[in-house]
């Protein structure tokens, strides 16, 4: 950090720290820990409901607790309001939002002339749970991102892209990171019947744009003793979650949802491949911690995925016979798949680590503030 350039900063529109939801709050918590030990002071607007237990902080960081509506659609958006009526009354140097879903409710601060940032987060309204009247509240909340941020943050050169095609905005680039694992407990995979490379991996919600049963009938077309693990589910059972339980055979295994961070490790750490569906939005969180594990992954092949990838992994169409060809060299080829692993891993010590990412973030901060 140059000298003299302590910030104030406040991250907004998460669930909040510590992070036990999803990706924005592990990039929250991340980045805020390290901006402290720059010499930063970082207050984190975190959900009522989530915490039982209010700390007032965490690694550092101030932790403001607001209510928030426990409804889908309401969830995050209730949330940020509370918190951008908060924030008026506070003097901070950077407003940091998460999800351009919150842009409708900054106004305030613009009008106080506060300085805005806004990681877009993937295309919302590309997934299948919303309806016509989601879709177009996502569709708009871009635009008026475009209108309220000082800057727009993106997570991949894909997303870039789109909001300079389709917005007419640039936006700075700033990935997501993940820890190198290893596998400690090797053990822990017997209590799910597992051996070590002895089956394929997919960790995701339960929705159409994951392709979760894509990767299930690619499997039941192979002629194996192999398994398949279908880690995740859904919130909100329905006929896809139902189709999937229905043609699961004896060698897949279905847990549901994960939380042991242990055991995630241990299955990633020691699958034979991992399969990457997700379709939507930018840089996945599940394909860094693959690739970070040392996964040979099998991903769906669009703009996103390649950003994160590139040329270190496999690329399948959106078919059940080219996953399951994919899926069918994996086997054959076995022997050869550790040069596919150590490259990824290589990938993310270079370009998905958190230090470098905090140096990006904490630049454009002071970029912005005393520019």
């Not at 877009?120 to 309806?131: A, C």
């Not at 894909?158 to 290893?182: M, P």
């Not at 996953?323 to 086997?331: R, V």
Request: charged share 25%; aromatic share 12%; proline share 3%.
């Amino acid at each position: 950090m140059n000298k003299g350039h302590s910030l104030k900063i406040a991250l907004i529109g998460t669930r909040g720290v510590p992070a036990n939801y999803g990706g924005f709050e592990t990039c929250v918590e991340e980045i805020g820990q390290r901006l402290v030990k720059k010499g930063h002071h970082v207050t984190v607007y975190c959900r009522n409901s989530y915490y039982k237990k209010k700390q007032k902080k965490y690694l550092g960081m101030n932790l403001v607790y607001l209510p928030n509506l426990e409804r889908k659609s309401l969830d995050t958006m209730s949330h940020t309001f509370f918190s951008v009526m908060h924030v008026q009354s506070r003097k901070y140097d950077i407003h940091m939002v998460f999800n351009a879903a919150n842009s409708f409710f900054l106004f305030p601060i613009k009008l106080l002339k506060r300085l805005v940032i806004i990681n877009t987060d993937g295309l919302e309204w590309k997934r299948s749970k919303w309806g016509f009247w989601g879709r177009s509240y996502y569709k708009l909340s871009e635009k008026i991102a475009c209108l309220v941020a000082d800057r727009l943050v993106s997570d991949s050169k894909g997303i870039r892209n789109y909001y300079k095609k389709k917005h007419n905005t640039d936006s700075t680039e700033i990935a997501y990171g993940a820890y190198i694992q290893e596998s400690k407990q090797p053990e822990m995979l017997k209590e799910m019947g597992l051996e070590r490379n002895q089956y394929f991996l997919q960790i995701t919600r339960f929705e159409p744009e994951n392709y979760p049963l894509l990767t299930l009938r690619a499997f039941n077309k192979l002629d194996t003793n192999k398994k398949l693990v279908l880690i995740g589910g859904n919130p909100y059972p329905n006929e896809y979650t139902r189709e999937i339980e229905k043609e699961a055979g004896k060698n897949v295994i279905l847990p549901g949802f994960v939380y042991d961070q242990n055991l995630l490790r241990e299955l990633w750490c020691n699958c034979l491949a991992y399969v990457h569906g997700n379709s939507v939005g930018g840089t996945n969180p599940a394909l860094l911690q693959s690739m970070a594990s040392g996964c040979f992954v099998m991903s769906i092949d669009v703009e996103f995925n390649r950003d994160v990838l590139s040329d270190c992994g496999v690329y399948y169409k959106i078919s059940e016979e080219s996953l399951a060809d994919k899926m069918q060299w994996a086997l054959n080829n076995h022997d050869k798949l550790d040069a596919w692993r150590t490259k990824a891993q290589k990938r993310i010590e270079e370009v998905y680590n958190w230090d470098k990412i905090t140096d990006q973030y904490e630049g454009l901060f002071i970029n912005l503030r005393y520019s």
